[in-house]
C-alpha cells in the first residue's frame, strides 16, 4: 500500500485585543483546511508568554493595543521569534504602519474589517510558501539563486496580486493604460467608451484606483446638470 505523506498543520497564534474579533477570526482560519489556531493573546505580555511556550508558524497580530504597538512587537518576533511568520490584520491604513510592517519582514498585510476570501487567499499562498521552502530544505544543503528568485517572488505576488471581487486583472491594466495616456484626465463614461465596458464598471474600477491612491479624483462643474468626476494619473 503506497504511503501518502500527511500535510502540514500549521499553527497560528492570534494576537488581538477584542476577544469577540480574534474568536471571529479563530474560526475563519480555522476553515481554511490545514490550520489550527493554538493560542489567542490579547495583550503584549500574553502575546509574549504564548509565543515563548507554543512557538506558533504563524502569528496573525494586529497593531492597536491598549498597552503596546503591534508595529514594535513585530520587530520583537522578528528578533526573538525568527521561526515565526508574521500576517498583520489591522484597521490601519497608513503608509508608514505599511513600510514598517514590510521592513520587518510580514508574510501579508490585510486591512479590516477582514473578509474571508482575503484571508483564504493569503493562507493558501503561505501553506505554498512553506512546502516549497520545506522541499527545499529537505532537498540541498544549500540554495541556488533561480530558487532564492522563487521565494520571494512568492512573496511580492502575496503582497500585490490579489484583487477584490468585481476587478478583473487584465479589465484594471486596460484601465490604468488609458489613464495614464490620458494628459487631461477622463470621466467614467468617456472611460467606458474608449475600452468597451459600461459606464458603472468603469466608475467601479476607477474608485478602486483612487482607493488604492494609485490615481486622484476631482470634481468638474460644468455649466449645465451635475458635477461629475474627473480621474487623473497622479
Not at 504602519?97 to 484571508?119: C, H, M, T
Not at 522541499?135 to 544549500?142: A, D, F, M, P, V
Request: proline share 3%; with cysteine; aromatic share 6%.
Amino acid at each position: 500500500m503506497a504511503y501518502q505523506q500527511a500535510i502540514e498543520e500549521i499553527s497560528v497564534l492570534i494576537i488581538e485585543d477584542d476577544v469577540r474579533i480574534a474568536e471571529i477570526n479563530r474560526r475563519l482560519v480555522e476553515k481554511v483546511p490545514g490550520y489550527k489556531v493554538i493560542g489567542i493573546a490579547t495583550d503584549g505580555q500574553e502575546a509574549k508568554e504564548q509565543l515563548e511556550i507554543l512557538c506558533p508558524h504563524l502569528v496573525l497580530l494586529d497593531i492597536y493595543f491598549p498597552d503596546m504597538n503591534g508595529l514594535e512587537f513585530l520587530e520583537v518576533i522578528h528578533q526573538q521569534f525568527q521561526e515565526t511568520d508574521v500576517i498583520m490584520i489591522t484597521a490601519s491604513r497608513e503608509i508608514s504602519s505599511v513600510k514598517e510592517a514590510l521592513r520587518n519582514g510580514v508574510f501579508d498585510f490585510i486591512v479590516k474589517p477582514l473578509v474571508f476570501e482575503r484571508l483564504k487567499n493569503s493562507l493558501e499562498k503561505y501553506q505554498e510558501f512553506r512546502s516549497r521552502l520545506k522541499k527545499i530544505q529537505t532537498e540541498n544543503q544549500s540554495i541556488n539563486q533561480e530558487e532564492i528568485d522563487e521565494l520571494l517572488n512568492r512573496q511580492k505576488e502575496q503582497l500585490h496580486s490579489y484583487l477584490p471581487k468585481g476587478i478583473d486583472k487584465i479589465t484594471l491594466h486596460k484601465v490604468t493604460e488609458v489613464l495614464n495616456h490620458s494628459e487631461e484626465g477622463l470621466n467614467a463614461e468617456r472611460l467606458a467608451k474608449q475600452i468597451g465596458i459600461s459606464r458603472p464598471t468603469a466608475r467601479r474600477y476607477l474608485e478602486y484606483l483612487v482607493a488604492k491612491d494609485q490615481i486622484g479624483a476631482d470634481l468638474s462643474y460644468g455649466d449645465v446638470g451635475r458635477p461629475e468626476r474627473i480621474y487623473r494619473k497622479k
